[in-house]
C-alpha cells in the first residue's frame, strides 16, 4: 500500500525509477536463488559422480559382458578334495534337526572342514538327513558344496570357479553377493539417481544456451522407448 502510494504521489519519473528499481530486486532474488540451486546442483553432481564414478564403470562393462555371455564364456576350475571325518569330530553332528530342515554345523566340525579341506563352511547351514549332512555354498562367480556321510565319515568337498568375468557378472547381478553386498548396491542405486538428477537440473539451467539439448534429451527415451516396443521379441 505505501509503495503504492508513493508511486501515486510521486512525478512520471519518479515513478518509472521506481518500478525499475523494483524489477531489478525482483531479478536480482531470482537470479541470486537460480545461482543458489545451481551451485547445489553443481556440488551434489560432482559428489554423486565421484562416488559412483568407478561402480558405473565396472556396471557397464558387465552390461556388455551380459549381453554377450554366449560369447565370452569362461572355463570352470573345478577343485574335489575328500577326506575321512575322525569319529570323535562325526559324533559332534548329533541327531541333528529333522530330515530336510538346516542348521548351522556344530564349531569342532566346522573348525576341522576348514582345516584338513579349507571348505568356508563358517556360520553356513547344513541340510541334515538320515545319510548325510550337506552344505551348500554359492558364491559370486562360482558355487561349492560339501557332503559328509554320517556313518562312514567320508567327506567330498568341490570348489568350482568360473573366472573374473563371472565373478563380476554375478556382482551386477546380486547373486549370492550376501547382505552387505545388498544393501551397497541400494546405496549406489540411491547415489545414481541422484548423480542423474542433478545433471537434468544442470541441463535444465544451460538449455537456454543450448538448443540441441533437450532433442539429445528426448533422443534418450524415445530411441530405446521405440525399439523396446518394437523390435524387442518374446
Given at each position: 500500500m505505501a509503495e503504492g502510494a508513493n508511486l501515486q504521489a510521486a512525478g512520471p519519473e519518479d515513478a518509472e525509477r521506481l518500478k525499475a528499481e523494483k524489477a531489478a530486486r525482483k531479478a536480482h532474488k531470482a537470479k541470486v536463488r537460480r545461482l543458489f540451486w545451481m551451485t547445489q546442483a553443481r556440488v551434489w553432481h560432482w559428489i554423486?559422480?565421484?562416488?559412483?564414478?568407478?561402480?558405473?564403470?565396472?556396471?557397464?562393462?558387465?552390461?556388455?559382458?551380459?549381453?554377450?555371455?554366449?560369447?565370452?564364456?569362461?572355463?570352470?576350475?573345478?577343485?574335489?578334495?575328500?577326506?575321512?571325518?575322525?569319529?570323535?569330530?562325526?559324533?559332534?553332528?548329533?541327531?541333528?534337526?529333522?530330515?530336510?530342515?538346516?542348521?548351522?554345523?556344530?564349531?569342532?566340525?566346522?573348525?576341522?572342514?576348514?582345516?584338513?579341506?579349507?571348505?568356508?563352511?563358517?556360520?553356513?547351514?547344513?541340510?541334515?538327513?538320515?545319510?548325510?549332512?550337506?552344505?551348500?555354498?554359492?558364491?559370486?562367480?562360482?558355487?561349492?558344496?560339501?557332503?559328509?556321510?554320517?556313518?562312514?565319515?567320508?567327506?567330498?568337498?568341490?570348489?568350482?570357479?568360473?573366472?573374473?568375468?563371472?565373478?563380476?557378472?554375478?556382482?551386477?547381478k546380486g547373486r549370492n553377493t550376501g547382505p552387505v553386498w545388498f544393501w551397497f548396491l541400494d546405496v549406489f542405486s540411491v547415489a545414481a539417481i541422484l548423480f542423474c538428477i542433478t545433471g537434468l537440473v544442470l541441463l535444465w539451467m544451460h538449455a537456454p544456451r543450448r538448443p540441441p539439448t533437450w532433442f539429445i534429451v528426448g533422443a534418450g527415451l524415445v530411441v530405446p522407448a521405440l525399439i523396446a516396443v518394437f523390435l524387442v521379441h518374446v
Open positions: 554423486t559422480g565421484a562416488a559412483t564414478l568407478v561402480g558405473m564403470l565396472l556396471f557397464a562393462v558387465t552390461g556388455i559382458t551380459l549381453n554377450h555371455a554366449g560369447q565370452i564364456e569362461g572355463q570352470p576350475v573345478v577343485i574335489e578334495k575328500t577326506a575321512v571325518m575322525p569319529q570323535e569330530i562325526l559324533v559332534q553332528l548329533g541327531d541333528g534337526p529333522a530330515e530336510g530342515e538346516t542348521a548351522i554345523l556344530p564349531a569342532p566340525v566346522t573348525a576341522w572342514l576348514e582345516k584338513e579341506l579349507g571348505a568356508p563352511v563358517s556360520r553356513k547351514a547344513g541340510e541334515w538327513s538320515d545319510a548325510e549332512v550337506y552344505v551348500g555354498m554359492p558364491k559370486p562367480g562360482g558355487d561349492a558344496w560339501l557332503s559328509v556321510d554320517r556313518e562312514t565319515g567320508d567327506v567330498i568337498f568341490e570348489n568350482t570357479d568360473r573366472g573374473p568375468i563371472s565373478w563380476l557378472n554375478d556382482l551386477h
